[in-house]
């Protein structure tokens, strides 16, 4: 199985959002582990600043992988402008040609996750596949890649998706709901060569991430 841990950016950044830098602690106990990765969720601030982030990750022999901010609280100064989340995506399509081995991602996946917008469709609650089953009403059915719970740390309580119960699913910018997204799409991606490509390369980073594919 493999262990995810929480990223929010540099040692200082690390230091304003969660009172210390987390990764000095996590990187000496899980440091060369294959079975484990971070989950760099990368804010608006640090925009031109994530590949100091990225070596130090490769330094620790670890990988990665990205998500973005969704400024549930409306925090001055953490909510993403259309210019830098363009920036962003660039961004991160030149670490992934500098840290393959590194960065467990794809190109297709920066796009849809930094516009929101996949095959002309966009993300929000009529598109997400990631919803709890039992608090999912919607009509018709949304596609789904696993019958999807989300528990709570007491094993009882059933929250509605893996991220905040209150976020504006319009806003949402959570990694793993638009992987699978695009994932349960398949269909409409098999217009031209390109798109099928797209779909097998994020198919592929899923595979990745969980270590269902050698890496």
């Known amino acids: 199985m493999m262990v995810g841990i929480s990223l929010w950016g540099g040692g200082e950044d690390e230091k304003v959002l969660r009172g ?10 899980y440091e060369g582990d294959p079975y484990t990765y971070y989950l760099y969720t990368i804010t608006p601030k640090q925009v031109g600043k994530i590949e100091p982030v990225i070596k130090r990750i490769v330094d620790v022999g670890l990988k990665v992988h990205l998500q ?13 402008r259309p210019e830098e989340l363009r920036d962003l995506r660039f961004e991160m399509d030149e670490m992934l040609d500098s840290y393959p081995q590194t960065i467990i991602s794809s190109k297709y996946y920066h796009e849809v996750l930094t516009t929101g917008v996949m095959k002309g469709r966009r993300f ?23 019958h999807f719970y989300r528990w709570a740390a007491d094993l009882k309580t059933v929250h509605r998706c893996c991220t905040s ?18 994932m349960v799409n398949k269909r409409e991606h098999m217009n031209t060569t390109q798109d099928l490509q797209n779909w097998i390369e994020v198919y592929e980073m899923f595979a990745k991430l969980y270590r269902l594919i050698p890496w």
Not at 68 to 80: K, R, T
Not at 132 to 145: F, H
Request: aromatic share 8%; net charge negative.
């Open 20 to 29: 210390k830098d987390t990764f000095a602690v996590s990187s000496k106990n």
């Open 68 to 80: 973005l901010l969704s400024n549930d609280e409306g925090v001055d100064g953490f909510s993403w």
């Open 165 to 182: 119960a209150t976020r504006d699913c319009s806003t949402c910018k959570d990694g793993a709901a638009h992987m699978s997204w695009v």
């Open 124 to 146: 929000g609650w009529n598109e997400c596949p990631s919803v709890t089953e039992s608090m999912d009403n919607r009509q018709p059915p949304v596609r789904r890649l696993i």
